[in-house]
């Protein structure tokens, strides 16, 4: 059991819409099985028989399968070592076949394991290290309103797709959740401006300081997260100062599903279980699926950093690489990267010049322009709203809220962003020391040291009279 829940763990990929684990694609159950007798013969353990594996398996671990069909992107390597596995092979073939599948998943387990070695240090010592994840949900869940118990008119009405982003802090323990609509593109704006929002929050709760070290652990997705917008920030938040390192790091593509995709399996099982008719409603949702409760905002408008950092001298092939390190050295910023976090490989290093100031990114910055798809949207529930109210799925209260709320998401001019400004950021500070994280009670220091006294003293032991009755 201890070998299966270590073997699901290490390769298996957490749902984000549902409490599963899915084994890789290549994977048969045979084959789970062929791994743990092999590691029995090699470490002299005694094993058990395959129908106990499977009965075990059946019984104490229904929440890991096997998926013919993926939901989520498959990794191209596994449906590879699949396919070429179920071919006609000599037992040569198939053991070299064998071999190299096992390295392939010992490499995305050592991206796992970088992950968590980042976030043990976040947790061990968060004056010295600030370790975040960020993604996003799976978007088919967050359409409002939405109703645990869907009825055949709810699907036939329109809705407002909500996009959420989620964020964990290690270290300080804070989990975030970021609502938004179409009003923007999903892309890098949206990650930034994500970004600062779970900085300010970090500097704020602690004593108007951040950590020197930052960990960015995010989704391997061009897009989003690994583009020049992103590296050019990063590498602007170390030129002035913000963090003394930071290491952006990503996950083998088809193995990425992490902690934070824990939480939106939580969040999926709320949807399942609550209703969320409005906005108010679904973020209640994401507060109550974990403990303790998500930190919720709504992006209503965000800041267009893509615009500041579209002219800067762009950087060929980052598309390979999956470790991002910056560190600054007099004026300038030096990127190093790593294709795996393995020890043997060496970082390529090249110097960011004129990376701008915070500054100069923060002079005349603007709102991100409404993007014309969400006019469709909004158009399409102004028709269906009456209809919602007439099937008796929205309250008085809950129809007037969407009425407002869609004169906003509407509105032409962008709000001025709620998201903290780069500047705002301080300079990091070395720690001096570490600082404890909690005092210890008198009262338990008292009985541990009352405990200690007793462990030393040696008993005596004597032979004594019965005594005179
Ligand atoms: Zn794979």
């Not at 993926?70 to 070299?96: D, G, I, R, V, Y």
């Not at 108007?208 to 590296?231: E, I, R, S, T, W």
């Not at 906003?408 to 001025?416: C, F, K, Q, S, W």
Request: charged content about 25%.
């Amino acid at each position: 059991m201890m070998y299966f829940k270590e073997y699901a763990e290490n390769f298996g990929e957490q749902q984000p819409d549902c409490p599963e684990i899915h084994l890789p694609s290549c994977l048969t159950k045979i084959a789970v099985f062929k791994d743990y007798k092999l590691q029995c013969d090699v470490s002299q353990q005694p094993s058990i028989s395959l129908s106990s594996f499977y009965e075990m398996w059946r019984k104490e671990f229904s929440h890991v399968k096997l998926r013919k069909h993926q939901k989520l992107s498959k990794c191209t390597e596994c449906t590879l070592f699949k396919e070429a596995l179920l071919t006609k092979l000599t037992k040569e073939q198939k053991e070299e076949l064998l071999m190299k599948r096992k390295a392939h998943f010992a490499l995305q387990l050592l991206a796992r394991q970088k992950y968590y070695k980042h976030r043990a240090k976040a947790r061990s010592s968060p004056q010295h290290y600030l370790s975040l994840i960020i993604d996003n949900m799976d978007q088919a869940k967050t359409t409002l309103p939405r109703f645990s118990l869907n009825s055949k008119t709810d699907s036939a009405y329109a809705g407002v797709h909500h996009h959420v982003t989620g964020a964990l802090c290690h270290g300080f323990g804070l989990d975030f959740g970021f609502t938004w609509t179409d009003r923007f593109h999903p892309d890098s704006n949206v990650t930034l401006n994500c970004l600062l929002k779970v900085l300010h929050h970090v500097k704020e709760i602690n004593d108007n300081a951040l950590p020197p070290v930052l960990y960015l652990q995010a989704d391997n997705c061009g897009k989003d997260n690994k583009n020049h917008f992103v590296l050019m920030f990063l590498a602007a938040l170390v030129k002035a100062e913000v963090f003394k390192k930071i290491k952006l790091s990503f996950l083998m593509v088809g193995h990425t599903h992490e902690d934070v995709d824990q939480l939106f399996s939580r969040v999926s099982t709320k949807l399942c279980q609550e209703n969320a008719p409005t906005l108010p409603e679904l973020h209640a949702r994401i507060r109550e699926a974990s403990t303790p409760s998500p930190i919720v905002s709504h992006l209503n408008s965000i800041f267009n950093f893509k615009e500041k950092l579209i002219n800067l001298n762009r950087c060929d092939g980052i598309k390979a690489p999956h470790i991002f390190k910056f560190v600054k050295d007099g004026p300038i910023v030096k990127m190093s990267i790593k294709d795996w976090p393995l020890e043997y490989e060496q970082y390529r290093t090249v110097n960011l010049e004129n990376i701008p100031t915070l500054q100069e990114i923060c002079t005349s910055l603007n709102p991100v322009r409404k993007n014309p798809k969400i006019d469709s949207v909004t158009a399409a529930m102004v028709r269906d709203l009456p209809k919602w109210k007439q099937a008796g799925r929205l309250t008085r209260d809950q129809h007037t809220w969407w009425q407002e709320y869609l004169e906003v998401l509407n509105a032409d001019d962008p709000a001025l962003p709620s998201v903290p400004l780069p500047t705002s950021l301080p300079k990091f500070q070395i720690p001096a020391v570490e600082r404890p994280s909690r005092a210890l009670d008198p009262n338990i220091l008292e009985a541990i040291n009352r405990h200690i006294v007793q462990l030393q003293t040696s008993s005596e032991i004597q032979v004594v009279r019965p005594r005179r009755r």
